[in-house]
Nanobody, 122 residues
Framework: VQLVESGGGLVQPGDSLRLSCAAS????????IGWFRQVAGKEREGVAC??????NYADLVQGRFAISRVRDDNTVYFTMNNLKPEDTAGYSC??????????????????WGKGTLITISS
C-alpha cells in the first residue's frame, strides 16, 4: 500500500493549486482519504476528507478547497483556490478510519504519503 502526493510548490496569494494523492495497493473508493497539513512547530491538522458521504472540510478551508477522487486514476485530488499565506504548510494524504462530528476531525490514519510542501508568498 502506498500513497504518493504531488503538486506542491511556491505560489502567490490568491493563486490556485491542485494536489494529487495517487494510491497503489488498494482502491481509493474503498477508503476514506484525508488531507492534512502541518507547519513546523505546530500540530498537524485535518483539512479535508472524502468518504462515501462526500467531502468534509475544516472551517478554515470551507468554500475555498475541494476534494475529489477519480477511480480510473486511483487518485484523490485536492483543489485549493484563493490560497493565503497562512495555508503555507506541508500537506499529506492518509487513509482515514472515521470522521468526527467536528469539522476537520479525522481519525485512524493507517497509511500516509510522504507529503508535499506548499508555500504561499508574494
Amino acid at each position: 500500500v502506498q500513497l504518493v502526493e504531488s503538486g506542491g510548490g511556491l505560489v502567490q496569494p490568491g493563486d490556485s493549486l491542485r494536489l494529487s494523492c495517487a494510491a497503489s495497493g488498494f482502491n481509493v473508493d474503498d477508503y476514506s482519504i484525508g488531507w492534512f497539513r502541518q507547519v513546523a512547530g505546530k500540530e498537524r491538522e485535518g483539512v479535508a476528507c472524502i468518504s462515501r458521504s462526500g467531502g468534509n472540510y475544516a472551517d478554515l478551508v470551507q468554500g475555498r478547497f475541494a476534494i475529489s477522487r477519480v477511480r480510473d486514476d486511483n487518485t484523490v485530488y485536492f483543489t485549493m483556490n484563493n490560497l493565503k499565506p497562512e495555508d503555507t504548510a506541508g500537506y499529506s494524504c492518509a487513509t482515514v478510519d472515521s470522521i468526527g462530528s467536528r469539522r476537520g476531525s479525522y481519525f485512524g490514519q493507517k497509511y500516509w504519503g510522504k507529503g508535499t510542501l506548499i508555500t504561499i508568498s508574494s
